[in-house]
């Protein structure tokens, strides 16, 4: 598989419940980055957490990194229908070129 | 917050066609990039560019790509030759001075179709 795996692949909550996705990678990184894409428009960076961090916080949003298991997970709380959404996780490896790596994304939809 | 720009949003070519998609980049960014999105797929790594020269392409950048920053402003991508397969959305980005561990700035992307 490949770096920046994404599950579950699609997720359907009702508003104002908590979403969660969680994200693997394989190789070692220097930081892992989640980005929201609505349909058919660009990416918008969330939230970048460091190899050396455990957790970060930014309004709803809240993110683990496990680096033993090579996972992180993203939780959205209290979601909205506007929340509705792709969401990606993209890894930068520690050696080699600075670039994100992409994950397959998953598919968030709120329902009201 | 600074933006990336890039033109057009859509692009309707015909295969075979050579095809310039344009990017403007954050002004004192230093690293830029090239992603593509085929429909419903994931996004993909084609080329990342810094000090006017290639720092690493993906297999997917073969021999019809190019790209170039013609001044200090515009990052174009060349598709010399296209292929119905090249039709993707494609997105440009750039990063600041500090390289690794900084955040990507996207552009809202070129929609290329390929008929």
């Known amino acids: 598989s490949q770096q920046g795996e994404e599950d579950p692949q699609a997720l359907s909550i009702q508003e104002g419940e908590n979403a969660t996705m969680n994200c693997s990678y394989k190789?070692?990184?220097?930081?892992l980055q989640w980005y929201r894409q609505n349909s058919g428009r660009g990416l918008v960076h969330l939230i970048l957490?460091?190899?050396?961090?455990r957790e970060k916080h930014s309004g709803r949003l809240r993110v683990t990194l496990d680096t033993s298991k090579k996972s992180s997970s993203l939780l959205i709380t209290a979601s909205r229908a506007a929340d509705t959404a792709s969401y990606f996780c993209?890894?930068?490896?520690?050696?080699?070129?600075?670039?994100?790596?992409f994950g397959q994304g998953t598919r968030l939809t709120i329902n009201p | 917050e600074p933006e990336v720009t890039q033109t057009p949003s859509h692009q309707v070519t015909q295969m075979g066609q050579e095809v310039i998609l344009r990017c403007v980049p954050i002004?004192?960014?230093?690293?830029f990039y090239w992603y593509r999105q085929i429909l419903g797929q994931k996004v993909e790594f084609l080329v990342s560019?810094?000090?006017?020269?290639?720092?690493?392409k993906s297999e997917i950048f073969d021999d019809q790509f190019s790209v170039e920053r013609p001044d200090g402003s515009n990052f174009t991508l060349k598709i010399r030759s296209t292929k119905l397969e090249d039709s993707a959305m494609y997105f440009c980005?750039?990063?600041?001075?500090?390289?690794?561990?900084?955040?990507?700035?996207f552009g809202s992307g070129t929609q290329l179709s390929v008929l």
């Open positions: 190789t070692s990184i220097n930081n």
């Open positions: 560019f810094y000090n006017n020269e290639i720092s690493e």
């Open positions: 980005a750039s990063i600041g001075g500090q390289g690794r561990g900084e955040k990507l700035f």
């Open positions: 993209a890894t930068v490896t520690i050696q080699g070129a600075q670039k994100l790596v």
């Open positions: 957490i460091r190899s050396n961090e």
């Open positions: 002004s004192n960014h230093l690293y």
